[in-house]
Every structure is written in C-alpha cells, then in structure tokens.
T-cell receptor, first 114, second 115 residues
C-alpha cells in the first residue's frame, strides 16, 4: 500500500532561522509528489510539486524541496522563515495509476516565533 | 478568478436533519472533489466528479450523497449523519482529471458539527 509519512507533527522555530520539514513515502510504483500549505481556517494551497525532471523544485515564496528516489523522500526546506509561514504543511503523493487521488501525510505544524 | 467557494462556512445539524453543502467554481474546471478533514488529521478523498460524472467513490457511507448539477457546481447532500461525521469538508476542483499535472484548487471548507 502507498503511504506518506511526516515524522514531525510540530516544528517550532525562530524567525529567520532555517527549517526542514520531513516527508517520506512508500510506494512500489511511480509517484508524483506535492507539498500543500493550510493557513488557519483556510483551504489547502499548493506550495510546490515534483512531477519529473529536475529533482529540486522551488516555490515563489522561498521554499524548496528535493526528490530523493533512493531515500524515498521529499523534504521541504526554507533557509529563513517568517512569522507568516506559520501554518500546517501537508506532503502528498499521487500514484501513477490513480492520478485523481491525492494521498496526504499527517501534516506538520510549523510555528514560527519572533 | 482562481477561487473555489463553499457555503455555508459553518453548519450545525442534528442526526435526523437533511442538509446540503455547496461548492462552486468559475474557472472552467471539469473535475471536482470532496474531501473530509477531521481535526488535526489530513484530508481524505471522498468523491471525484469528472465531466459531471462520478468517477471515484472512496467507499463513503450512503448518508453522504454527492451531486454535480453542472460543471461549475458540486453539492454534498447529508442525511442521518452521526456525530463522528463532524469534520471540515473541503471541495476542490482541477482543470481536468487523469493526470498529475492537473493542480487541485481547494475551497476554504465547511465546518460541520453533528449533534
């Protein structure tokens, strides 16, 4: 069965510090990988995605993630966080043979302190 | 307009009530989705409509009944719900279906409480 693991349920960090949110997946077939962000009382927004090509993908607000096939990981990083980055972050996969179904990890709550 | 709207924002209903959740998008998207999100849990897919036809039903109980009257509108009819059905119900839409390149756009959700 396919699954997504986010080991850290909460990550507290001070403003301007770097952060890494970890995501590992388990699948016997090809997957496509996504990071979504959910701000309080809002729906989910796509942050970035890996479909093919370069294994390093970037978002417009400074986040990046790297697809590592050998370690089955897709960790999210940002070199310097802002207070406004405080949110819930979900890693998700789409399995190659069921491309309408997003399978989400359990989420990581990023709390940025001043 | 890249917005998915959902009404109502909040809904409280008894176990014998019948209510409906509504989702609307005007982006010309041809696929629409219902997700259920329990507190501090990830969203779980319930239904997918593609070109106004139900394409995926994730073994959802029959007390949840989806409807897609047209390509812009998606309803979720609720009847005889249980307290454990209390959750945030998220709607999403995408330009198409069947390929991972179709980004899903999410609405803000309807927070449902069943008493």
């Amino acid at each position: 069965a396919q699954s997504v693991t986010q080991l850290d349920s909460q990550v507290p960090v001070f403003e301007e510090a770097p952060v890494e949110l970890r995501c590992n997946y388990s699948s016997s077939v090809s997957v496509y990988l996504f990071w979504y962000v959910q701000y309080p009382n809002q729906g989910l927004q796509l942050l970035l995605k890996y479909l093919s090509g370069s294994t390093l993908v970037e978002s417009i607000n400074g986040f990046e993630a790297e697809f590592n096939k050998s370690q089955t990981s897709f960790h999210l990083r940002k070199p310097s966080v802002h207070i406004s980055d405080t949110a819930e972050y979900f890693c998700a996969v789409i399995i190659s043979y069921n491309t309408d179904k997003l399978i989400f990890g359990t989420g990581t709550r990023l709390q940025v302190f001043p | 307009d890249t917005e998915v709207t959902q009404t109502p924002k909040h809904l409280v209903m008894g176990m014998t009530n019948k209510k409906s959740l509504k989702c609307e998008q005007h982006m010309g998207h041809r696929a629409m989705y219902w997700y259920k999100q329990k507190a501090k849990k990830p969203p779980e897919l319930m239904f997918v409509y593609s070109y106004e036809k139900l394409s995926i039903n994730e073994s959802v109980p029959s007390r949840f009944s989806p409807e897609c009257p047209n390509s812009s509108l998606l309803n979720l009819h609720l009847h005889a719900l249980q307290p454990e059905d209390s959750a945030l119900y998220l709607c999403a839409s995408s330009q198409g279906s069947g390929a991972p390149t179709y980004e899903q756009y999410f609405g803000p959700g309807t927070r449902l409480t069943v008493t």
